[in-house]
């Protein structure tokens, strides 16, 4: 029921114009775009047109109007929510209203599903059968089996779930959060539903993507996807707040140290500020 003469998905035009196309990488530490940038992308959602194809389906003017403020608030939500608990998008779409508790002075957030890990159950041994010798940094030789081999892991996907999330009210986005599960009718309800003739779904990932990268053009910030969110949070965390790795770690529940020490690194600026007179004991 929504537009959908939409960008292009980010796959799509690494495909076709990959010479002049670069992909975001977390590893390049972009600063903090401020709280001010955020507000503007939330916003500029109440400019967005979802009936250019009106003729698809039959509502009611009133009807129309209702299902459109909807559609604001849940990408609204969206945006607040993807930053604001630093997920992957896979993670966040799969949040239902259960997931959420609302309390005075914070939002929490328990059993967020946490993608990308995987178990390993097995490995196969590949043979080289090309000429001459293979790349070593990939191969090895193996004086058991007499040939250059190479390890293959066999993995399959592993559910986890993020630490408990604890995320204070008073920073801007979290109304337009709270706001939207107000609207929501049950707690098994999807927080970001599709509205289509499947009701019982969550939008896509594609879909997301259309959403952030329409409003993230009209907004000037031409860089953004969906991962640009999680990469922000870090960004804030650390050079706001001064969080260091053992913090950053708790909280996007990272496995690896590795983008920890990265981020971290942001928050070398505010060490001065940890340094207080009354901390000296003499």
Request: aromatic content about 14%; glycine content about 4%.
């Amino acid at each position: 029921m929504e537009n959908l003469n939409v960008v292009k998905t980010r796959g799509w035009y690494w495909k076709v114009h990959k010479d002049e196309y670069e992909r975001f990488k977390v590893g390049e530490l972009p600063k903090f775009c401020g709280w001010q940038t955020l507000l503007q992308l939330v916003k500029e959602c109440e400019n967005t047109h979802y009936f250019e194809r009106s003729h698809l389906f039959r509502l009611t003017e009133a009807e129309k109007e209702l299902l459109r403020r909807k559609l604001i608030m849940r990408d609204k939500c969206l945006i607040s929510t993807a930053f604001e608990t630093g997920g992957r998008i896979s993670e966040v779409l799969a949040l239902k209203k259960s997931n959420f508790e609302v309390q005075q002075d914070r939002i929490i957030v328990r059993d967020m599903p946490v993608v990308k890990r995987y178990l390993k159950v097995g490995e196969r041994i590949e043979k080289w059968e090309g000429e001459g010798e293979p790349d070593t940094t990939k191969w090895h030789w193996s004086y058991k089996h007499d040939s250059w081999i190479r390890r293959r892991f066999i993995t399959k996907p592993k559910m986890d779930r993020r630490n408990v999330l604890e995320i204070p009210r008073f920073e801007p986005l979290c109304q337009y959060i709270v706001d939207w599960l107000e609207q929501l009718p049950g707690n098994d309800f999807w927080v970001f539903p599709s509205y289509s003739k499947n009701e019982n779904t969550h939008i896509t990932p594609t879909r997301s993507y259309q959403i952030v990268r329409n409003v993230g053009l009209r907004c000037g910030v031409f860089d953004i996807c969906n991962h640009w969110f999680r990469s922000m949070r870090a960004s804030q965390l650390a050079e706001e707040y001064g969080w260091r790795e053992y913090e950053l770690i708790k909280f996007f529940s990272w496995q690896s140290d590795r983008y920890a020490r990265l981020y971290a690194k942001l928050s070398s600026a505010r060490l001065f500020e940890t340094m207080q007179p009354q901390k000296i004991s003499l």
